[in-house]
């Protein structure tokens, strides 16, 4: 049973260009979440997607929209890059209908660099 | 929205020591709270978890209490290992609505156990 999966591992980019990072959903599960972790603190929420549509926002400027694919796969996008986006980005998956629907699980994140 | 806060930051034992973790939550309509362990350099580990309707959860060696009229939760290690350590998150989500399965975490504890 493959878990949550991401790429790249790491991603080094400079200031104003645009990256996208990849999540694979852990098998069966339909909801993909996106989460913010700068160093020494916890992931901040950034979006939810299912059904192929961003449910919920958190507090992110447009700059971060996202996508989600037919296979419930994910992409976060992320323009205009800021020295500030450095952070590890996590992806976290769950499965709405399994009658534990709270229960999320994180993939191994992508490590940001902003230079 | 939701806020939720974690004490201690850090947090050091001994082997064989107990460790507690002290998280409150500011949302009342707050219902599933888990907990993340985080090693160096990889994804937030589900540990432990519970819903409002419950006041205490244990798995061998790890218990989450909630208590609902104070809102707050904590997290009790006992029998403490030099594996455990590890940076611990708490997480609380509201029930079905425009935020449902948006965790909001708290700031992280860094448990250290001494040999």
């Known amino acids: 049973d493959a878990g949550v999966t991401q790429s790249p591992t790491h991603l080094i980019k400079t200031r104003g260009q645009q990256v996208t990072l990849r999540c694979s959903p852990k098998?069966?599960?339909?909801?993909v979440s996106w989460y913010q972790q700068a160093l020494g603190q916890g992931p901040q929420f950034i979006f939810q997607?299912?059904?192929?549509?961003?449910?919920q926002r958190g507090n992110f400027p447009d700059r971060f929209s996202g996508h989600q694919f037919p296979n419930y796969s994910s992409e976060l996008n992320v323009n205009a890059l800021l020295l500030g986006d450095s952070a590890l980005y996590l992806c976290?998956?769950?499965?709405?209908?399994?009658?534990?629907?709270?229960?999320?699980?994180f993939g191994p994140g992508t490590r940001l660099l902003v230079l | 929205g939701e806020n939720v806060e974690q004490h201690p930051s850090t947090l050091s034992v001994q082997e064989g020591d107990s460790a507690v973790i002290k998280c409150t939550y500011s949302?009342?309509?707050?219902?599933?709270f888990p907990w993340y362990k985080q090693e160096l350099g990889k994804r937030p580990q589900l540990i432990i978890d519970?819903?409002?309707?419950?006041g205490e959860k244990k798995d061998q060696r790890i218990a989450v209490t909630l208590n609902k009229t104070a809102k707050h939760f904590s997290l009790h290690i006992t029998e403490t290992q030099p594996e455990d350590s590890a940076v611990y998150f708490c997480?609380?989500?509201?029930?079905?609505?425009?935020?449902?399965?948006?965790?909001?975490f708290g700031q992280g504890t860094i448990l250290t156990v001494h040999p």
């Open positions: 519970i819903r409002s309707n419950v």
């Open positions: 949302d009342s309509a707050s219902n599933y």
């Open positions: 976290a998956s769950r499965q709405r209908t399994s009658g534990r629907e709270e229960t999320q699980y």
């Open positions: 997607y299912y059904e192929e549509e961003e449910r």
């Open positions: 098998s069966g599960h339909d909801t």
């Open positions: 997480a609380a989500t509201p029930p079905g609505g425009t935020s449902y399965g948006k965790l909001t």
